[in-house]
């Protein structure tokens, strides 16, 4: 199997990973994950695909992630691993469907307003 890479996006995080057949190595920017996403609850979101289908340690990962906060780019490399399990397995389509993992989570930051110190805080009213 040659090495194929799949794009995942979560709020302003983009995670492009890299999966060939292997001994179920997940590094993250150069490092393993667990170092790079620093709490076990980020780790789970991220390797929730894997998981669920059952399928660690059989592919070696590589992640490349940039942008947004450490949540979002464990959104985004859970995205992208569902994905590659998607298209190289046939059978999990629907396990991984069932869990909601392929569907792109589109929640942004709301853009903040003139006139208000945050995007729906308003300042302090005063009548007199």
Do not use: W
């Amino acid at each position: 199997m040659a090495q194929e890479n799949y794009i995942g996006r979560r709020k302003t995080s983009t995670a492009r990973l890299y999966i060939k057949d292997g001994s179920g190595e997940f590094i993250v920017n150069g490092k393993p994950l667990t170092e790079h996403l620093n709490t076990q609850a980020r780790v789970n979101i991220a390797r929730l695909p894997m998981d669920v289908t059952e399928l660690d340690g059989k592919y070696d990962i590589k992640v490349t992630v940039s942008g947004g906060g450490v949540t979002g780019q464990a959104g985004a490399i859970s995205l992208a691993l569902a994905r590659a399990i998607d298209d190289l397995n046939e059978g999990l389509h629907d396990v991984l469907k069932e869990h909601g993992l392929l569907t792109r989570d589109d929640r942004m930051v709301e853009r903040k307003k003139y006139g208000q110190p945050k995007a729906r805080k308003k300042f302090q009213f005063s009548k007199r």
